[in-house]
């Protein structure tokens, strides 16, 4: 299934699953937040050193699937596979945007 996603969204998914954190952390605002795992993380050094962890980590692949919610408020529903138990799993990514960047992130099962 192809889904529209809007442009810093594709970009993201299109980085991630090339495990290119410079091209996943160019679509993040400066100050954008992270909560993913119960951790939150904030700006791009600290979004970097989270991307870096978990791309090493898990090595996951993301199929988007859905898109709902806002414009401005989409909420991604992706099967992720990788390096961990349960492999594949449905996540939600819950993104905020503003100015063609993201600006918080929130991943949940």
Sequence with gaps: MSIELPKPLAAYYAAKNQRDVDGML??????????DEGEDRRGHVDIREWMEETTRKYGVAVNARE???????????????????????????????AGGAITHLEINA
């Design 67 to 97: 898109i709902s919610g806002d414009a401005d408020k989409p909420i991604v529903t992706a099967l992720v596979s990788g390096n961990f138990p349960g492999s594949p799993v449905t996540l939600y990514y819950h993104f905020t945007l």
């Design 26 to 35: 160019a679509c993040f605002a400066a100050d954008a937040s992270v909560h």
